[in-house]
């Protein structure tokens, strides 16, 4: 069974910094990417950052310089290094793992995050 849990979310004030993690188990299909995708309330759901498996990274403008995805393969988990977080950060983020098998990409329950001002 396919397992990715999410943890470290929190509320922080803003200027703060929060530290996700993505443990990921039961992936059977080579492993293309990993990524962290966010809903702010009442907005649809959107790209934070990917990282390959050759660690390529892709960032959304409004996290660069202030967010780093990284990965450990041996441990099968991905981070996200939020720091300077502004209020408009605040939203569910959400673990995302994009594989080369036929089943749709595999996605985590979502974790927290609130900025206050």
């Known amino acids: 069974q396919v397992q990715l849990v999410e943890s470290g979310g929190g509320l922080v004030q803003a200027g703060g910094s929060l530290r996700l993690s993505c443990q990921t188990s039961?992936?059977?299909?080579?492993?293309?990417?990993m990524g962290w995708y966010r809903r702010p309330p009442g907005k649809q759901r959107e790209l934070v950052a990917t990282i390959t498996v050759g660690g390529a990274t892709n960032y959304a403008d409004s996290v660069k310089g202030r967010f780093t995805i990284s990965r450990d393969s041996a441990k099968n988990t991905v981070y996200l290094q939020m720091s300077s977080l502004k209020p408009e950060d605040t939203a569910v983020y959400y673990c995302?793992?994009?594989?080369?098998?036929?089943?749709?990409?595999?996605w985590g329950q979502g974790t927290q995050v609130t900025v206050s001002s």
């Open positions: 039961g992936i059977f299909f080579s492993i293309k990417s």
């Open positions: 995302n793992v994009e594989h080369y098998g036929a089943s749709a990409p595999y």
